[in-house]
């Protein structure tokens, strides 16, 4: 008895009460438990059994909740991978997946065809959620003539795999983060718990649901039968309409949307009285940016610092105000330390490096013993993050230890100058990373998104170096960017900018 039993649960006792709504969409319990149903016996039809993996390509939709729903029903693994993946990148990560089906859009046949006959995927596999075209099966057509009865039950343990989660593949080949039914069994109740999530919330979700971020609000979602509503991407101006428009209850974003938002007037109390939680994931979120939130929109603000690997500290909105700079604590079950570089811990205010365990901890990265035995030491998850704790076991990030800076010979955190660029009024968003320098070996350089195009980037290099605590955090330059390159999920793409200024450098 895992997850498979959580849809036909609420379909049974919650019938009518509202599951999703998508778009122009509005499906109860009964209904989208139905939708599931067909899916499920279609998979079936086509050889899928439990363990079989089904890669998954697919922008934010029904029909991606509904495949999530079906692979918790039948015990088959679910590979979502992210559509700005193209040729190679598809390839290695379907084949490295053992994916026997491929679920897709009409938009990314152009992108799959040409290497179609590498993937080990039968040809009756290859499935459209839209579009009609030659070789390839209509996800709809198949569903049609499915039957929505519950599937033959299938024998899902808590130790079976629920889905393979490759990395953003920063360094290196991306990694397969396998999940099982139980961690994300342990994300429906822990987090409903941390986010004071029940059954008459409304959760809305603006962001991909490819990033593991969104299993924050999605498995409580499956877990206490509450309302779902899933936008098709990210539009500050369209989520406050329909946070409004809703009631909704609770939303998971990234740092670069909450900067969206704050950008608009009407992000505020008096718009979003319904709001009850609005928390931030995926990447620090600037204090200047907090600080605002935290005045818009008091008593809400909860902030997750995280691994995809599975483990998580969280600040809570009842910690917010008196520790603002903080990412929070271990939630109960998890445990943290802070260790140096030989694995010993150190006390608080020093840094080191965060590791930690718990619940959702992974049981490794799929086919890889070897990258497993390197991040998980004695059961303990190693993150590669820096941090320090205060006297209370708050957390405090410094940075990640591949963005650390050496200038001079001393450690420089790309974090600590950004603290402080974001101070400027015409600031709206910072990336610091550090650029190759003859005499220091390396110099930071902040990269910038202004609101006030009057400003020049040599005045507003002068006000960050004026701030700077040290010598050695002067930026050496500083660029302008009408936007930031962004991940599928959100995320700020630090190492693109770096890379796009050494080429121009060059």
């Given at each position: 008895?895992?997850l ?17 709504v ?9 209904e989208f438990n ?15 059994e439990?363990d079989?993996?089904?890669?998954m ?5 029904l029909?991606?909740l509904?495949i999530?729903?079906?692979?918790a ?14 040729g ?8 490295d ?34 579009g ?14 499915a ?11 808590t ?12 360094t ?14 342990a994300?429906?109740t822990?987090?409903t ?24 609000t999605?498995?409580p ?6 309302s ?5 991407a ?6 406050i309409r ?11 974003t990234?740092?670069?949307q ?5 950008e ?8 979003l009285?319904s ?8 990447a620090?979120l ?12 008091p ?5 997750l ?18 520790k603002t ?7 109960p079950?998890y445990?943290?330390r802070i260790?140096d570089d ?10 080191g490096?965060?590791v ?10 799929y086919?890889?013993p ?12 190693y ?9 209370d076991?708050f957390?405090?990030?410094v940075d ?15 974090r600590?100058?950004e603290?402080v660029?974001?101070?400027h009024?015409?600031v709206v ?7 190759p320098d ?9 990269a ?10 040599d005045?507003?290099r002068d ?5 700077v605590?040290?010598r ?10 009408d936007?930031?390159p ?5 995320k700020t793409l630090?190492?693109v900018i770096?890379?796009?200024?050494l080429e121009e450098s060059?």
């Open positions: 008895m895992a498979n039993t959580l849809l036909a649960r609420h379909a049974r006792y919650r019938a009518d009460h509202l599951a999703v998508f778009e122009g969409t509005r499906l109860t319990w009964s139905r939708r599931v149903n067909r899916l499920a016996n279609a998979l079936g039809a086509l050889g899928l439990k079989d993996k089904l890669a390509v697919v922008d934010n939709s029909e991606m509904e999530y729903q079906a692979v029903k039948t015990g088959i693994v679910v590979v979502p991978l992210s559509p700005l993946l193209r190679d990148g598809l390839i290695s990560l379907m084949n997946a053992d994916a026997r089906a491929l679920i897709t859009m009409d938009r990314m046949v152009e992108h799959i065809a040409p290497v179609r006959e590498k993937l080990a995927i039968p040809d009756d596999r290859f499935i459209l959620i839209d009609d075209r030659p070789g390839w099966r209509d996800y709809h057509a198949l569903t049609a003539v039957p929505d009865s519950e599937p033959a039950a299938a024998a899902v343990a130790d079976d795999v629920f889905n393979i989660i490759y990395s953003s593949g920063t290196g080949q991306p990694k397969g983060i396998v999940h099982t039914h139980g961690i994300r069994e994300y429906c822990g987090f718990a941390s986010y004071r999530i029940h059954p008459e919330s409304v959760i809305l979700h603006s962001g991909s649901l490819v990033f593991n971020g969104s299993f924050l999605l498995m979602h499956f877990y206490t039968g509450c779902y509503v899933l936008m098709p990210f539009d500050a101006d369209e989520m329909l946070m409004a428009a809703e009631g909704v209850t609770h939303v998971m990234v740092p670069s909450i900067i969206a938002l704050l608009r007037a009407d992000f505020d109390e008096a718009h009285g709001l009850e939680m609005i928390c931030s994931v995926g620090p600037h204090l200047e940016h907090k600080q605002e939130l935290n005045r818009r929109l008593n809400r603000f909860y902030e610092y995280g691994l995809t690997e599975g483990f998580v500290t969280i600040l809570d909105r009842d910690d917010a105000q008196d700079g903080s990412v929070g604590v271990p939630p079950l445990e943290m260790v030989i694995g010993d811990d150190v006390p608080p205010g020093t840094v490096e965060i930690g365990r718990g619940p959702i901890t992974m049981p490794g990265y086919k890889r070897d990258l497993t035995a390197q991040a998980i030491k004695d059961g303990w998850l993150s590669g993050d820096l941090g320090y704790v205060d006297d076991g957390l405090y990030l990640r230890k591949k963005d650390l800076i050496i200038s001079g010979g001393v450690n420089v955190y790309p600590d100058i603290e660029a974001v101070q009024p015409a968003d910072v990336a610091v990373f550090g650029a003859d005499r220091w070996g390396e110099s930071p350089v902040a910038v998104r202004l609101s006030d195009p009057a400003v020049t980037a005045d507003l006000w960050i170096n004026d701030r605590s040290a050695y955090q002067k930026v050496r330059e500083v660029l302008v960017r936007d930031f962004l991940s599928v999920a959100g630090r190492r770096k890379a796009d200024y060059e």
